[in-house]
């Protein structure tokens, strides 16, 4: 066992028995590389990640190669989940560098973590062009003994150069109706018309720009905009991507055409997926989008809800085969054959519904299921008891491995993803799962100052500090709690961390955003990013629940905050608004008001209540708040000096300082927030 071995991450836990002596990230392994005079090995990765597990298996589990690197470097592993600052960083060096980046991630630093080479991954023996790691190795290691003051000025250089390097300098204020139309066009262009979402292969589900679309129409009414999310979302749930037997998407497809997948799913995909599709369900009434929404959030919490209410990370690509090796898509890929198995005469109607074919879509013969027909008639009982008796059968299989730390950003995901989810279908056991998440994060999370640790794993709190994502996700998820149960703390919660984000994370001069804190562990460099990754922005995130919880409270700094934020989102908007989604979806909020809700009832049991508050959560307005309670209470700010209507429940529909006169009619209430 090396020093990993007391770590929390599951990452790094699948490197403690390496013979490789492994550091965590620490200011003690820097000490160690300058009392020896050793450069660093910063090797970075996270658990789902396939060739993060491939060269471990073919380098770090190889012993000559461990002799090697224990002699002549001092090896630091990060996993970039537990510490998002420490790989932009490094990232940002890797890609300014090579041109690309990806995981694993293979930088040498200086003891003064200083990087001077860079890589991703590396084989055993040269291929493809590619050095073996060996030779990486064995180069670096001549350069620092016989190079060292070159090597360190070359390092030096690097950081001076990555530290000059800005961000586009963010607009003195937020996007207006003509940068969202720009940004819409921009999209038009990349839009694949024939199999729906943007670019080419590889392809990802593009949440945060499927946002912003479905906010834009419903905003403006532009059909454009709705038909290129309702084709992304129904070739999405056709394709392989999704999970057709056991709900959920996988991380991204290798194809154009969304058939064979990168087989691991992730929390934050998922939880952004299902929150995509209850609110495509809520535009269109589609079937397909209220099936999937539901289908996704019970994958949510069958297979990634951890025993303490939170939910883990991912769910690994690979899996046993059932032969001992480990294989990418195992658990999920099907041939003709074993479908014969599992269901005899019907296996022929399954073979045509999924698309299980004898030459395969996938390896060997192998076929990801999908839905490809578009044509024809199936028994819908038929094809159910297919469905179930595969789930069933594949249940047996050996199960991917599951990254069960509790990441804090993530979870506020998946917080605002179950609560509207369960509101919009009548499922209160996803509202319940909302608020297991959601305490989970206050009780381990979050500390007596209101600071958020990033990450936990079986209740115990890791050791690193929250980031910007964490701060707006978590209070994003809080605000679509609140808006749900009508129960305020939730709101005071989020407001809570939102003071974090404008005391720590802000420039008060600018209000442009940092991804760390102002008193967060030194870096090369601050990390600070407005765009996109797989996941909103910290950026957006916290612009979003600035705004939101502006709208709740009527606070002028909360919404001043956001609209400086949005800036970024005015410069950006119009050139890559693919990655800027999330932004441009909070900017749409900001023109629309956004509006505020407010219903009052005698209580939460009267139905009178319920259904002008149900009402009230499926307006499609962009962003609008929601608060529900009695006349009397003090859980919101939106219902203060609110009354009944002759006795009835009523609710208050207000934006821009202006307010319409109080609806008691659920049909009326609906014309309102049309």
Same mark, same amino acid.
């Given at each position: 066992?090396?020093?990993?071995? =007391?770590? %929390? ?28 005079? @050793? ?5 970075? #990765? ?17 012993? *000559? ?34 041109? /690309? ?91 694949? !018309? ?37 084709? %992304? ?51 269109? #009434? ?36 059932? &032969? ?27 073979? @045509? ?10 390896? =060997? ?50 917080? *605002? ?8 279908? #009548? ?21 007596? =100052? ?60 600018? #209000? ?18 407005? %765009? ?19 709208? /709740? &409270? ?16 005015? &410069? ?31 209580? !939460? ?7 002008? /508050? ?49 609806? &008691?009619?659920?049909? *009326? ?6």
């Amino acid at each position: 066992m090396n020093r990993l071995a =007391h770590e %929390t991450s599951p990452y790094l836990l699948q490197h403690a028995d390496n013979p490789v002596d492994w550091w965590p990230w620490s200011a003690e392994a820097f000490a160690e590389a300058r009392r020896t005079n @050793r450069p660093v090995l910063l090797s970075v #990765g996270y658990s789902s990640c396939h060739w993060c597990h491939v060269m471990a298996h073919e380098s770090f589990e190889d012993q *000559a190669t461990a002799d090697y690197l224990n002699e002549h470097f001092v090896s630091v592993k990060v996993d970039r989940e537990e510490r998002p600052d420490v790989d932009a960083v490094y990232m940002e060096a890797v890609q300014a560098a090579t041109g /690309h980046g990806g995981w694993p991630m293979t930088v040498f630093l200086t003891p003064d973590a200083e990087p001077f080479y860079f890589g991703t991954y590396y084989p055993p023996a040269p291929r493809h062009g590619m050095p073996s790691f060996r030779q990486v190795l064995e180069g670096v290691q001549q350069a620092w003994t016989t190079r060292q003051d070159e090597v360190s000025e070359v390092a030096g250089k690097i950081v001076r150069d990555l530290a000059q390097r800005e961000i586009v300098r963010q607009a003195a204020e937020a996007p207006g109706e003509q940068e969202l139309a720009q940004a819409l066009l921009g999209l038009t262009r990349e839009y694949d !018309p024939q199999r729906g979402g943007f670019g080419g292969a590889p392809k990802f589900p593009a949440s945060m720009v499927l946002e912003f679309l479905l906010r834009h129409h419903a905003r403006t009414g532009a059909e454009g905009a709705l038909q290129m999310a309702v084709d %992304t979302c129904e070739r999405m749930a056709r394709g392989g991507i999704y999970d057709q037997l056991g709900g959920g998407f996988a991380r991204y497809s290798v194809d154009r055409d969304w058939i064979v997948p990168h087989f691991e799913k992730m929390l934050y995909d998922n939880a952004l997926l299902c929150r995509v599709y209850a609110h495509l369900w809520r535009a269109t #009434g589609s079937d397909l989008a209220r099936r999937v929404a539901l289908e996704t959030a019970d994958f949510l919490v069958r297979e990634l809800r951890t025993a303490e209410g939170g939910f883990a990370s991912a769910l690994d690509a690979d899996s046993d085969d059932g &032969t001992g090796r480990h294989v990418e898509g195992a658990y999920y890929v099907w041939t003709p054959a074993q479908l014969r198995d599992v269901l005899g005469d019907d296996a022929e109607l399954a073979a @045509r519904y999924f698309g299980v074919t004898e030459e395969g879509t996938f390896e =060997h013969g192998q076929s990801v299921l999908q839905l490809p027909q578009t044509e024809g008639v199936f028994d819908a009982e038929k094809i159910a008891s297919v469905r179930r008796r595969l789930f069933d059968a594949r249940a047996r299989r050996p199960a991917p491995g599951r990254d069960d730390k509790v990441v804090a950003a993530w979870n506020g995901l998946a917080v *605002a993803a179950l609560a509207e989810t369960g509101a919009y279908f #009548g499922r209160p056991d996803l509202v319940e799962a909302a608020l297991g998440a959601a305490d989970l994060l206050v009780r381990v999370h979050l500390d007596e =100052h209101a600071r958020l640790a990033r990450t936990s794993k079986d209740g115990r709190v890791g050791p690193n500090a929250g980031v910007l994502e964490d701060y707006g996700d978590v209070a994003e998820g809080f605000l679509a709690l609140a808006s749900v149960t009508g129960e305020g703390v939730w709101l005071d919660f989020a407001g809570l961390l939102l003071d974090q984000v404008q005391a720590r994370f802000t420039d008060p001069e600018t #209000g442009a955003l940092f991804d760390t804190a102002s008193d967060a562990e030194r870096l090369i460099r601050r990390p600070q990013d407005p %765009t996109d990754n797989a996941a909103p922005s910290g950026w957006t995130a916290a612009a979003g629940a600035l705004l939101g919880y502006a709208a /709740h &409270t009527g606070s002028e700094a909360h919404r001043v905050a956001a609209e400086r934020a949005l800036g970024v989102v005015k &410069t950006l908007g119009p050139r890559v608004p693919r990655f800027i989604g999330w932004g441009l979806a909070v900017a749409e909020a900001l023109l629309d008001g956004p509006r505020e809700v407010a219903v009052v009832g005698p209580g !939460p049991d009267d139905e009178r209540t319920a259904a002008l /508050h149900r009402t009230a959560l499926l307006g499609a307005a962009p962003g609008a708040v929601v608060a529900c309670g009695t006349p009397d209470g003090d859980e919101f700010p939106l219902l203060a000096g609110r009354t009944l209507v002759d006795g009835a429940p009523a609710a208050y529909v207000c934006r821009g300082f202006v307010c319409d006169l109080p609806v &008691t009619d659920p049909e *009326a209430l609906r014309a309102r927030l049309a």
